[in-house]
């Protein structure tokens, strides 16, 4: 059926980049939705970053200015391009799409996850 794939985590140093990628595949209608969560040990799944439907996109407050948000429709993939990382940013980067897979169905679906840390 449909699954997401990820990729672009890695080891990086404070105020380096990384750029993460997720393309989803299989029998999808139309995109509603893709995002980034994150997910740091022994602390709460938090969203990072998400792109609409209309081409909107969200922030949450603390990678404003520093990550970019953006999707190419044609690939069905979304990308997160992160500048400026600092060491609170280490953390599993969760791809989430919500998708139309059939007449009148959307479902949630999630990556497996893609490990980020960013030290010196």
């Known amino acids: 059926q449909v699954q997401l794939v990820e990729s672009g985590g890695g080891l990086v140093h404070p105020g380096g980049s990384l750029r993460l990628s997720c393309a989803a595949s299989?029998?999808?209608?139309?995109?509603?939705?893709m995002g980034w969560y994150r997910q740091a040990p022994g602390k709460q799944r938090e969203l990072v970053a998400f792109?609409?439907?209309?081409?909107?996109?969200n922030y949450t407050d603390s990678v404003k200015g520093r990550f970019t948000i953006s999707r190419d429709n044609a690939k069905n993939t979304v990308y997160l391009q992160m500048n400026s990382l600092k060491p609170e940013d280490t953390a599993v980067y969760y791809c989430?799409?919500?998708?139309?897979?059939?007449?009148?169905?959307?479902?949630?679906?999630w990556g497996q996850g893609t490990q980020v840390t960013v030290s010196s």
């Open positions: 299989g029998s999808i209608f139309s995109i509603s939705a």
């Open positions: 792109t609409g439907s209309s081409g909107s996109t």
């Open positions: 989430n799409a919500r998708l139309r897979v059939g007449l009148g169905l959307t479902r949630n679906y």
